[in-house]
């Protein structure tokens, strides 16, 4: 008797054993859920260190920034780079005209003293094909690029960075300036400039910031951290992300919701994602969730009354994620402000899961709110610092301003506009229909 109780327990064991197996085999936990190459992914906050390669414009328009003596925040900019480089990681300084070259040691603080300004050509276009998209690059230049070759820089940040969810940012710095301005007008006169010591006349250089999102966005804050009001700068940051938080799952509270709940099957890891599962897939379920629009330090103003709304469904197949494309219109999001409180938005999310999803697969759907391409707003720095290169006669000509900058800004919004996909809210959902 005593021995049939053991082997019962040995069975019970067994049993156990062989029910749990069945279920891992079967479970959901095993499939991993990360974010579609396609979706314009929020960034995911990576904290690690980064290298730091600073390239600086050797060309001699850029002579005339280390003249003046007196008030001068050019000739200080080596030493601030480096120590600010160093918190982000290992730092390196170049050189560039039409070529670029390494500098060794401490030899980057020859960029104070006039003499060092001696390349003929500036080809900003190589600092970009030779950029290590993984790194924090620093561009200092005046936006001078040699025969106004602007559309071939912003086509190559539009395929390098842009394209790849990566950021670009530019902070523009007045500074006391005595020296040549080249390339101005039609004929491509050449002007002697000298603003003295009147701020109201300084000219601006710029530094031009390319890589991960947040390392961009922290290069910004800590930079302005360490500036006083002595100084005039200005902020534009080019990004997929508008807003100072992520507006994503990450964040997100549900308000509201009909024929939907919260589901963790599939164990998803990034909190960007959220599993959601169906009581009826024949009923319209709906998802209302509530986002506070506080402006990105840095990006584009925006017309909050000029909103798109746009959604994309995807599959998992053979491990990968792919579009599925009959699915324009069958999901249905509405953004509106929030009657209960101020600067508060509310995404609102209808669709009928057997209509806007294929059955026998893991479907994600991506539902984002963006602005018109008119809901840019160009900021009024840009306004300001801007001239138009036509033909300027000499009594009319304001070296205080930089040749093409909405141009160039222009440009470079639309790249990004169309690669990017810039968006205020990312709601990523997993929805498994197996």
Known sequence: MRRQRVLSGSVLALLVMMFTLVLAGCGNDAVQITMPEQVAS???GDSKQIDVDVYWDATVSMQGYTTITNGNFYRTLPDRLGDIGSNFGETKFYRFGKDIKQLEGREYRKF????????????????????DESHLSIVVTDL????????NVTKKLKEKYFAKHLAVGIIGIKNPFDGDIFDVGLNAAKYKYNSGNDPAKYRPFYLFIMGPEEK???FFNTWKERQSNAVEMQYLLLSENLTEEAADF???EIKDSKNIFKDERLAIKDKRIREFGIDSFGDESMLVSTFNYKPRFGSFPLDMNKLLVKSEVFILEEGEWKLVDDMDGKIDATVA???ESSGNYNITVKFTPELSTKAGYINFLHVSVCPEEKGFQM???????NMANIDIAPDQFDGSKTIHLMHLVDSLKASVLATSHPSLVNMNMVIDYR
Not at 112 to 123: C, R, V
Not at 144 to 151: C, G, M, P, V
């Open 42 to 44: 929020t960034a995911s």
């Open 112 to 131: 104070s003293e006039p003499g060092y300004y001696d390349e003929l050509i500036t080809a900003f276009h190589n600092v970009i094909d030779k950029a």
């Open 144 to 151: 001078f690029e040699s025969d106004s070759d602007w559309s």
């Open 216 to 218: 961009v966005a922290e």
């Open 250 to 252: 990450s964040r997100l």
């Open 337 to 339: 402000p929030d009657p």
């Open 379 to 385: 900021p009024d720095w840009i306004k300001q610092w």
